[in-house]
C-alpha cells in the first residue's frame, strides 16, 4: 500500500511512532501528483516548497514529541475557495485570476494552528456554482473511477484526490451539497456540518445563509479528526456558533443500537431516480438495521419544492455577493473599460462564466420591486416549511437516511447544456442547507461500477451522531477501501 | 441564456402551488442567537496590503475611471 492511501488516523500514529516523517508523506503527494500527471486534474495550484518548509517544520516537532495536534505533519488540501495569506484563490473564475490574500481564512488559521501541510488548492466549480466542476478556468475535473465522468461538484476536486490517493484529508464547501454529492460520486466521505459550525470568514463567499465548510476523507473517524481541528466559534465570522465542540473522535463507539433512523418515502420516489442507486442506499440502511438501528418512516412533506426555493435564494443572495467584483480594488479589470460604468460592465461580463452570470442575472432578478414577494419572499416561506419538516421528523427519529444523488456520477458534458437538469440532481442535497443541519455521505457501495453515497441527516449541532453511524457503517463494510482501477491506492 | 432563464423561472413557478399565507419567512437557518465580539479596536490591515491586488493604485488609494464628467455617471 503506498503513502497517501493510509487514512489520516494512520499516517497520523506513524508520524507519531516517528515510522514516517512529513517530508516522507509530502514525498509521496509530490510523488503521486507527478506520477499520474494529476490526470483528474483535482489540483488546481501545488505549493510544492512552501509545503516543505511546512513538513521540516512539522517534523522537528514531531521528533521533540511537541506535536501541535493529531494531524500535524499531515498534508491536506483546501478548495480554491478559502484563502491563504500570500497564496492566490481563485474560486476557478477569471475575475479572482492572480489574486493574492492579504490574510488567511479562518479553516486555512485552523490547519495552520494543527500543523497540517497545506499542499494545495482543489478544483471546484467557479464559485462554488455547479453540480460537476465543468464550470473552472482550470478546466474540468475528472472522476478517478472513470475519467470520462464527473467527479461531482463544486468540491469535485477535493472529492477526486481524496478518491485517487493524492491526500487523506480535503477541506471543501457545501451550499447546496457541494461537499456531499461530489463525495458520493468519488466513493469516498464528505460532512456538511451544521451552519455556522465552522467559520466562513475567509471563504469566498456564495451564499451566505447557505455556504459551510466540511471536510472530506476516507473515513468517518478522518472526518471527525479535521471536523474537530475547524469547529468552534470565531469572533470575526458572527454567524459562527458559540456552542461548545465536543470530542468527535470519542463519539465513534461503533454503536448504534437503537439508534432511530427516519426513511423519508420522498427521497426514495423522487422522480428519475436511478433504481439501482436506490437499491443499494436500501442496502446499506438494511446494514445499520443489522447493527441494530431501528427504522421509521418519516415525512418531508415539502421536499419537491426544495430545488426551486434554494435556486431562488441561493441566486439572489450570490447576485448580492458578487457584486463586489467590479473591477475597482481587485481581481479582472478590463483592459478596453475607457469610463467607469464600462470598468464595471467589461470587467464583469469578461470575467465571469456562463453559469455564474446566470445565475447573477436570476438572482437579481428575483430580488427587483416587482417579483420580490413572489420569488425571494416565497422561497423563503418554503424554507421555514421544510424547517418545520425537518423539525417534526426529528421529533421521532434522530438521523435520517437517503440516497446522497439520484444517479451515479454522469458524464463530462451529459449535462452542461442543461442548466435546470444540473440543478435537479441536488435534490437530496440542498434541503439541509435551507435547513441548517448537518449531513455526512458516506460510500454505501457500487451501482455500474460506480460509487453510490448514503447520506445521513441529523439535528442541528449533532454531527457526532452522524459520525457515530458512519463510522459503524464502515466498520461493517469496506466500500471506502474500495479503489479506483490502476491508481495509487 | 434567456431560453435557459425562462425555463428556470417556469420550473420556480411550482412554489405557488403552495398557500404559504401566515407563513414567517427565513433568513437564516438557525434559532441560535448570532453572538457578537466586543466593541474593542483592533489593529487594522496594513493600507499597503489592503491595496496589493488593486488593479491600478496611487499611493494607498485605488485608481479609477474618472467619473465626473462621464455620460450617465452618478
Given at each position: 500500500m503506498s503513502l497517501p492511501a493510509l487514512t489520516l488516523a494512520l499516517q497520523a500514529a506513524q508520524l507519531s511512532s516517528r515510522e514516517l516523517s512529513s517530508c516522507d508523506l509530502l514525498d509521496a503527494v509530490l510523488g503521486a501528483h507527478a506520477g499520474r500527471g494529476d490526470e483528474a486534474n483535482a489540483v488546481v495550484g501545488l505549493r510544492a516548497e512552501a509545503a516543505r518548509a511546512e513538513a521540516v517544520?512539522?517534523?522537528?516537532?514531531l521528533t521533540r514529541g511537541e506535536p501541535l495536534s493529531r494531524i500535524d505533519g499531515i498534508p491536506v488540501l483546501i478548495k480554491d475557495n478559502m484563502v491563504q495569506r500570500g497564496e492566490e484563490t481563485t474560486c476557478a473564475s477569471r475575475i479572482l485570476e492572480g489574486f493574492v490574500s492579504p490574510y488567511d481564512s479562518a479553516a486555512v488559521t485552523c490547519l495552520r494552528e494543527a500543523g497540517a501541510v497545506i499542499v494545495g488548492r482543489s478544483n471546484m466549480d467557479e464559485f462554488a456554482m455547479g453540480s460537476s466542476t465543468e464550470n473552472s478556468i482550470h478546466g474540468p475535473s475528472r472522476n478517478p473511477w472513470d475519467l470520462e465522468r464527473s467527479p461531482g461538484g463544486s468540491s469535485g476536486g477535493a472529492a477526486a484526490s481524496v478518491a485517487s490517493g493524492l491526500v487523506a484529508g480535503a477541506l471543501?464547501?457545501?451550499?447546496?451539497?457541494?461537499?456531499?454529492?461530489?463525495?458520493?460520486?468519488?466513493?469516498v466521505v464528505g460532512m456538511k456540518p451544521t451552519y455556522g459550525r465552522v467559520s466562513r470568514w475567509g471563504l469566498v463567499a456564495f451564499a451566505s445563509s447557505l455556504d459551510q465548510?466540511?471536510?472530506?476523507?476516507?473515513?468517518?473517524?478522518?472526518?471527525?479528526?479535521?471536523?474537530?481541528?475547524?469547529?468552534?466559534?470565531?469572533?470575526?465570522d458572527s454567524t459562527s456558533l458559540a456552542e461548545p465542540v465536543?470530542?468527535?473522535?470519542?463519539?465513534?463507539?461503533?454503536?448504534?443500537?437503537?439508534?432511530?433512523?427516519?426513511?423519508?418515502?420522498e427521497f426514495f420516489e423522487a422522480e428519475g431516480a436511478d433504481p439501482v442507486v436506490l437499491e443499494v442506499v436500501r442496502e446499506a440502511i438494511a446494514e445499520l438495521e443489522r447493527a441494530g438501528a431501528k427504522t421509521l418512516a418519516v415525512t418531508l412533506p415539502h421536499t419537491p419544492y426544495a430545488i426551486a426555493a434554494y435556486y431562488l435564494i441561493a441566486t439572489a443572495e450570490a447576485s448580492s455577493n458578487l457584486a463586489r467584483y467590479d473591477g475597482a480594488r481587485y481581481g479582472h479589470r478590463s483592459k478596453k473599460a475607457r469610463t467607469l460604468s464600462e470598468m464595471y460592465t467589461l470587467s464583469r461580463s469578461e470575467g465571469f462564466g456562463t453559469e455564474v452570470k446566470r445565475r447573477i442575472l436570476?438572482?437579481?432578478?428575483?430580488?427587483?420591486?416587482?417579483?420580490?414577494?413572489?420569488?425571494?419572499r416565497k422561497a423563503q416561506q418554503v424554507r421555514t416549511l421544510l424547517r418545520s419538516d425537518f423539525e417534526k421528523a426529528f421529533e421521532v427519529c434522530d438521523v435520517i437516511a437517503t440516497p446522497t444523488s439520484p444517479e451515479v456520477a454522469f458524464r463530462i458534458g451529459e449535462k452542461s447544456d442543461d442548466p435546470l437538469k444540473m440543478y435537479l440532481s441536488d435534490i437530496y442535497t440542498v434541503s439541509a442547507n435551507l435547513a441548517g443541519i448537518p449531513g455526512i455521505s458516506i460510500p454505501a457501495g457500487f451501482a455500474h461500477e460506480l460509487p453510490v453515497g448514503l447520506q445521513v441527516l441529523g439535528r442541528s449541532l449533532d454531527e457526532a451522531t452522524l459520525l457515530r453511524a458512519a463510522d459503524t457503517f464502515q466498520r461493517r463494510t469496506d466500500h471506502h477501501a474500495q479503489t479506483p482501477r490502476g491508481w495509487l491506492r | 441564456m434567456s431560453a435557459d432563464l425562462g425555463q428556470i423561472l417556469g420550473y420556480v413557478e411550482k412554489l405557488q402551488e403552495l398557500d404559504t399565507t401566515?407563513?414567517?419567512?427565513?433568513?437564516?437557518?438557525?434559532?441560535?442567537?448570532?453572538?457578537?465580539?466586543?466593541?474593542?479596536?483592533?489593529?487594522?490591515?496594513?493600507?499597503?496590503?489592503?491595496?496589493?491586488?488593486?488593479?491600478?493604485?496611487?499611493?494607498?488609494?485605488?485608481?479609477?475611471?474618472?467619473?465626473?464628467?462621464?455620460?450617465?455617471?452618478?
Open positions: 517544520e512539522a517534523d522537528e516537532r471543501g464547501s457545501d451550499t447546496g451539497g457541494s461537499i456531499r454529492q461530489p463525495a458520493a460520486f468519488c466513493g465548510i466540511g471536510p472530506l476523507a476516507r473515513t468517518a473517524e478522518d472526518a471527525a479528526i479535521l471536523l474537530g481541528i475547524l469547529a468552534g466559534h470565531d469572533p470575526r465536543p470530542d468527535y473522535c470519542s463519539a465513534l463507539d461503533g454503536d448504534v443500537r437503537g439508534l432511530r433512523i427516519g426513511i423519508p418515502k436570476l438572482g437579481t432578478y428575483v430580488l427587483s420591486a416587482g417579483y420580490y414577494d413572489a420569488y425571494y | 401566515g407563513i414567517e419567512p427565513t433568513a437564516h437557518a438557525l434559532p441560535h442567537r448570532t453572538p457578537l465580539r466586543s466593541d474593542e479596536p483592533e489593529a487594522p490591515l496594513d493600507p499597503e496590503l489592503a491595496v496589493s491586488n488593486a488593479p491600478q493604485r496611487a499611493g494607498t488609494a485605488f485608481v479609477v475611471p474618472k467619473v465626473i464628467g462621464e455620460e450617465g455617471a452618478g
